[in-house]
């Protein structure tokens, strides 16, 4: 079976009740790629919000939750929590969290394995700095990357995973790798998920790219054997998010 594409809207710490109801009554209305599964990610405050309003077929997402089931964790969403007010995905490892909140590979790992334990499906965040790349480091770090969440998840586990790759060096500042780049590193990550998992979880999983994706570079990088779909930023506040949704029509 073909891969279904998949588009993820990552709102980021942006937004209040008036402007996400506009973006989510603007999905609503839309007419969507019936093919392609489309998750949004709004801050936690407004994830109840949001899933009262998305149709059914649009998914919601967390922007974190954490690897324990409840405790004197301040500020933190468990899995349960999540699962309460019927959100069943959340994003894990954006390198905003990585770099900012020192998250390590050990920690995402464990909260990856959390969350599909807990029956929430997990878009798993991975990429190189801009040093890295220079470096020529970049499939060294995605597979470090990889590796400590290989560690943890059964082979059945990988169904509930998307994997988003993200170069820092390309997130929020206009800068796009471009759709040779993209390739390189997606079949790299396919290669490894053939050899350290398995050949089904090697052709079943989805590998998204995220990036400063927009309306006008969404449909090259869509004609990639690799590229299954997209992790949106900006462009998810914006009616264009529509047509990076709508980049295979």
Known sequence: MPRQFFVGGNFKMNGVTSSITDIV??????KLDSTTEVVISPPTLYLSLTRSLAKAEIGVAAQNVFDKPSGAFTGEISVEQLKDIKIDWTLIGHSERR??????????ARKVKAAIDGG????F??????????????????????NAVAKLL????WAKVVIAYEPVWAIGTGKVASTEQ?????AAIRKW?????????????????????SEKNCRELATQPDVDGFLVGGA?????????INARI
């Not at 009554?25 to 839309?30: K, P």
């Not at 770099?99 to 995402?108: A, T």
């Not at 929430?120 to 878009?123: E, R």
């Not at 998920?193 to 994706?213: D, F, H, N, P």
């Open 236 to 244: 998810s506040l914006k009616p264009a998010f529509v047509d990076i």
């Open 120 to 123: 929430v499906s997990v878009i």
């Open 25 to 30: 009554n603007n999905l609503n209305s839309a």
């Open 193 to 213: 998920l053939g050899e350290t998992v398995s050949a089904k979880v090697q052709e079943e999983v989805r590998i998204i790219y995220g990036g400063s994706v």
């Open 154 to 157: 059964s082979q059945e586990d």
């Open 125 to 146: 965040c991975i990429g190189e700095t801009l040093e890295e790349r220079e470096a020529d480091k970049t499939i060294e770090v995605v597979y470090r990357q990889l």
């Open 182 to 186: 993209a390739q390189e590193v997606h």
């Open 99 to 108: 770099v900012i909140l020192k998250e390590n590979d050990e920690f995402i």
